[in-house]
Nanobody, 127 residues
Framework: QVQLVESGGGSVQAGGSLRLACAAS??????????MGWFRQAPGKEREGVAV????????YYADSVKGRFTISQGNAKRTLYLQMNGLKPEDTAMYYCAAQPYCYRLRKSSNEYTYWGQGTQVTVSS
């Protein structure tokens, strides 16, 4: 079992920055073989992948809409996930979710490839 708790959401004006954090607590899995990622869902839209990371291969993926603005990273023990969001736009407004998939063995980009989810943190960007 993996428990994920997100923090760091809030309201900012366009062009501003926020840093999301996700603390993972679990037993019986190897953090270096786990995929972790950030997904978001806006009202009336499907959940979409924002950025994911696979520590085992030191691999990352970013959605085209956030490339160059967002940066995904992990803490030293790879049990904390961060998302640094710069240059925020109104279209980034959504509920942001942290997700984890132990023993993923390769980079996983789709939400249906993740088993464990946090409760979400709201990000609102005003123009």
């Amino acid at each position: 079992q993996v428990q994920l708790v997100e923090s760091g959401g809030g309201s900012v004006q366009a062009g501003g920055s926020l840093r999301l954090a996700c603390a993972a607590s679990a037993s019986g899995y190897t953090a270096s073989e786990t995929c972790m990622g950030w997904f978001r869902q806006a009202p009336g839209k499907e959940r979409e992948g924002v950025a994911v990371i696979y520590a085992g291969g030191d691999l990352t993926y970013y959605a085209d809409s956030v490339k160059g603005r967002f940066t995904i990273s992990q803490g030293n023990a790879k049990r904390t996930l961060y998302l640094q969001m710069n240059g925020l736009k109104p279209e980034d407004t959504a509920m942001y979710y942290c997700a984890a998939q132990p023993y993923c063995y390769r980079l996983r980009k789709s939400s249906n490839e993740y088993t464990y989810w946090g409760q979400g943190t709201q990000v609102t960007v005003s123009s």
